[in-house]
């Protein structure tokens, strides 16, 4: 099974910066697209960011300018650049990796997420 771990979480200041990264461990899946989702208290899990294997990004509407994904395929990190941070960005940030596998015998496929790391933003 793959393991997603993800880090950088913690305080920032509103206005500053913070960089958060997710690494999927070794495994016979392929990674195909990674994403990082939030969910603020009292709110539903919503998307932030995907990202295909070749790079093609997507994001919310509303973070669109202020948050930058990316990933190293090599590495099987995805990342997630939040600059500009401002107290509603306040959340717990999860990491999701959509997992395939295929051989002669059987074909797999899944979705894989991160245990969740906090980050809080004060004014």
């Known amino acids: 099974q793959v393991q997603l771990v993800e880090s950088g979480g913690g305080s920032a200041q509103a206005g500053g910066s913070a960089r958060l990264s997710c690494t999927a461990s070794?495994?016979?899946?392929?990674?195909?697209?990674m994403g990082w989702y939030r969910q603020a208290p009292g709110k539903q899990r919503e998307l932030v960011a995907t990202i295909t294997s070749g790079g093609l990004a997507n994001y919310a509407d509303s973070l669109k300018g202020r948050f930058t994904i990316s990933r190293d395929n090599a590495q099987r990190t995805v990342y997630l650049q939040m600059n500009g941070l401002k107290p509603e960005d306040t959340a717990v940030y999860y990491c999701k990796a959509a997992l395939y596998f295929k051989n002669k015998y059987e074909e797999l496929s899944m979705d894989k997420w991160g245990q969740g790391t906090l980050v809080t933003v004060s004014s």
């Open positions: 070794e495994s016979i899946f392929t990674i195909n697209d």
